[in-house]
């Protein structure tokens, strides 16, 4: 089944006009003719089942049929990475999607490997991504800020998974499970491919709720790193615990 | 420092005569001159640091210093996936390398996205993503078997971490560490990008040892399943634990 992202409220009776990329993806990709159904979410009033009800010229009208699912999140956390080469930076924000990611922050480190982001781009894979991924939001791609302020200005209720490759970090699952007092949210952060500086490593380590950790002893790639930081989180912590 | 693959034998003293290939690779796009310094490994002899000592037309000569590791092997866990499509299965044989798989099997499923795969440049990924992990070997990539198959042939002394994306599967970290004898090794299975048949999630289920995992409620690409699947393993059972 078709999930749709809309900027529209959805309600019981509604009308949405997908935008014209969408109707082009609805009419000559996917080859829907009136009638057909699909599925839509926009972050705010959970699923709702819709169908198409005209086609015209480059447009259809969807109609707003009935609730399926009521929204909901998942939980409260952050892929903070480096800027890394483009190629790798949207496989990360692909799969942080799919992987449960609330938010993901860019960040500019001493080693940065690219100066620029095309945030228009990434929040399109963003959305694609949690259309299949089959979630009721999508993760919000944040515009790139120096690392050293996203540290000074770190909010003291949301701990800081640090993805340390530098060597002494104990390993991420005992380090996530060890008894620690209720966090607020928690934060993923991954590094460039050329590693964190020694300046930067000691800032990261000296965040209040700072948590380093080691992804084993191989050398990660970074969007390799940013995938298995969240599926162990998620282990761990988040909501692949189940119910 | 550049890492390479080869196939001879390694002992202080030796000579090594890379393949065109990667004559051309340390030549021209390393440019490295006589004198300069690289590592080499076989998966048999460990590491060793060597040196270039002639350059010709096209070739190179390496000269093998001194040890610098001894060969030590990963966990003994493979990694099964049904054939998708080209890319996606490249980028699930760089990242088995990555985080540590000792083989990669390739199985036919019902849903099978794909029907061939090129072997030798699956291997060629393999070795390079072993090259710049730092592992001491290289992933066997095995040819493609049809699951029946494997499941008829299956090891009762090695486990199978079932990732079952129908449903109600326990999650994944709580079911691989909840107390069981100890096993002779283990594999992960991941299915195509349709999912397992309800007859191939029926034999899966039934093979000794199998255990099904869930990895959370959003529906994962094939790739990113695996790449999930493998970090919570080595968080839980592999050589991410630490020592």
Known sequence: MIRLFVGDDLKAGGQVVPSPEQAHYLIHVMRLSV???LLLFNGRHGE?????VSIGKGRC???VEAP???QSGGPDVDLIVAMVKRARLEV??????????RRVRLVITQRANAGHANLARLNAIAIEAAEQTGRLDVPEICAAQKLDRVLAEWDA???LMFCDEAGDAPPALAALTAPAAPALGWAILIGPEGGFS?????RCRAVAGAVPVSLGPRILRADTAAIAAMSV???????????
């Open 92 to 101: 990360i924000v692909e799969k942080a999607a799919e992987l449960g990611a």
């Open 48 to 52: 709702w089942s819709a169908k198409v």
């Open 35 to 37: 009638g057909a159904e």
């Open 157 to 159: 209720g949301r701990r």
């Open 198 to 202: 020694p300046a930067e490593r000691a």
């Open 61 to 63: 009208d969807l109609g």
């Open 233 to 243: 989180w998620q282990s761990a912590l988040g909501d692949w615990r189940g119910t």
């Open 68 to 70: 399926v699912r009521a």
